[in-house]
Structures are given as C-alpha cells and as structure tokens.
C-alpha cells in the first residue's frame, strides 16, 4: 500500500502565500512524476503544476509565475510554494504520484487533498 498525505492547506488573505506539502509513505521503490491539481466547488478537478523525479516542471498558465513545485526524493515528498494568492484559487488541492512499488508494480496514487481559501 502507497499513502500521500498532504497538508498546509487553510485561509489566507489575497495577496498571502501558502506552502503545501505532500508525503508519499509505504511500499514505496520509487516514485516517477509527482503533481498537484485542484478543484473549486462546482467545478472539475484541473491540473495545477508537477515535476518528474528529475526536477523539470511545468505549470498550469494560471498559476505560472505565482506557484512553484519542488521535490525531496529522499523523503518522497513534494512541495506547492504559492504567492501572490487570489480569491480564484480557492480549492481542493490533491497531489498525485506515480509510484513504483516494491513490487515493481506502477500505481498513480491520490491524497485526500487540502483546503485553499483566499479571502479578499
């Protein structure tokens, strides 16, 4: 079994940063790509940023300049570095990996996700 657990979410003012982190934990060999994506009420889930285990990135235009990922690969965890946060970025935030497991197995795996609100 693979578990992410992310966490940092909460209620910010517009304008304000948050710094979310999520940690992969259990049957773990290695992990490939690692990403966040969000989703706001009423809306579909939509890509936010990810990195490859090699640290090349890429953003969603709406977040780009704001936001920025990072990785600990000795401690499976990835990072969401947000400034300059805004109303529109309330959401859900969920980070996703793809796991190789100790069995060599390949498992995209989900966290519960975290709550952005951004006051205005």
């Known amino acids: 079994q693979v578990q992410l657990v992310e966490s940092g979410g909460g209620l910010v003012q517009a304008g304000g940063s948050l710094r979310l982190s999520c940690a992969a934990s259990g049957s773990i060999f290695s992990i490939n790509a690692m990403g966040w994506y969000r989703q706001a009420p009423g809306n579909q889930r939509e890509f936010v940023a990810s990195i490859t285990r090699g640290g090349s990135a890429e953003y969603a235009d709406s977040v780009k300049g704001r936001f920025s990922i990072s990785r600990d690969n000795a401690k499976n965890t990835v990072y969401l570095q947000m400034n300059s946060l805004k109303p529109e970025d309330t959401a859900v935030y969920s980070c996703?990996?793809?796991?190789?497991?100790?069995?060599?197995?390949?498992?995209?795996?989900w966290g519960q996700g975290t709550l952005v609100t951004v006051s205005s």
């Open positions: 996703n990996a793809d796991v190789v497991t100790t069995t060599r197995a390949l498992l995209g795996v």
